[in-house]
């Protein structure tokens, strides 16, 4: 029972780390960290993501414009990009390790101190992952939030808001953190008993005709020597 139960938080872990990374690729891409509405003209909407500003308009549709120079854009953005390039990298890398030391793999089952370590490794990275996304999110939320209520623009000027992306970030990030700390706290807890018990008894029953055959022929020896004297 206890290595069912283990197994089953290990894949609701590694499922909640697969959705959130997953779901840390799109937000990366996706150029809706920020949106802005016009008031004088309803028709047409903007958002800006990490690579590229779109201006969409009801008659001719999205056009975006991808971001000159790296070096000439805000800091929040310029670390975010960054941020979410180490994300991606370090969630792939702990789903990889997190995968190989499952307890529902065959893989290595012979050596459960190597797959104890490769969970506790891949939760860690995953949990970094989560980290490394929730940070430029909420940084860009910060900053927007700041300049909404900066008091020293007009009220005319439009400002931007929240966009769809930093909240599939947030999820993003928690489901990360969540599957990470889970599959780390599975490593952590007592090991169960080894799951296939069906090998120890293969073991068991190849090497009992062994020992039998060896018991025969030194019961047969004995009784060769007792009969010769």
């Known amino acids: 029972m206890a290595l069912v139960f283990r197994v089953v938080i290990q894949l609701i872990g590694l499922s909640l780390s697969s959705l959130g990374w997953v779901l840390a690729i799109i937000t990366t891409y996706l150029p ?19 690579w590229q500003t779109c201006v969409i308009q009801e008659e001719v549709g999205a056009q975006c414009k991808d971001f000159d120079s790296f ?16 994300s991606n990298g370090l969630g792939f890398v702990g ?28 939760g860690i990275l995953l949990w970094t992952s989560g980290v ?6 909420s940084w860009v939320a910060h900053v927007t939030v700041q300049e909404f209520w900066d008091e ?4 005319i000027v439009p400002r931007w ?10 999820f993003s990030g928690l489901c990360l953190v969540i599957g990470g700390c889970l599959l780390h706290c599975v490593a952590c ?4 008993p080894l799951s296939s018990g069906r090998y120890v008894v293969a073991e068991s ?20 020597e007792q009969s010769r004297l």
């Not at 070096?71 to 180490?86: D, G, K, V, W, Y």
């Open 205 to 224: 029953q190849t090497q009992c005709p062994c020992l039998e055959n060896g018991i025969q022929t030194r019961k047969f020896k004995t009784y060769q």
């Open 95 to 122: 789903l990889l390790i997190s995968g190989l030391g499952l307890d529902c793999l065959r893989v290595g089952e012979r050596q459960p101190g190597l797959k104890k370590r490769l969970l506790i490794v891949g």
């Open 71 to 86: 070096l000439a854009l805000p800091t929040e953005l310029r670390i975010s990009r960054i941020l979410m390039f180490l």
């Open 152 to 155: 020293t623009m007009p009220e």
């Open 32 to 50: 809706h960290w920020k949106n802005l509405n016009l008031d004088l003209n309803e028709m047409e909407n903007w958002t800006m993501g990490l």
């Open 132 to 137: 490394s996304i929730l940070v430029p999110v």
């Open 161 to 170: 808001e929240f966009g769809e992306a930093l909240f599939i970030g947030w």
């Open 189 to 192: 807890s007592p090991s169960a």
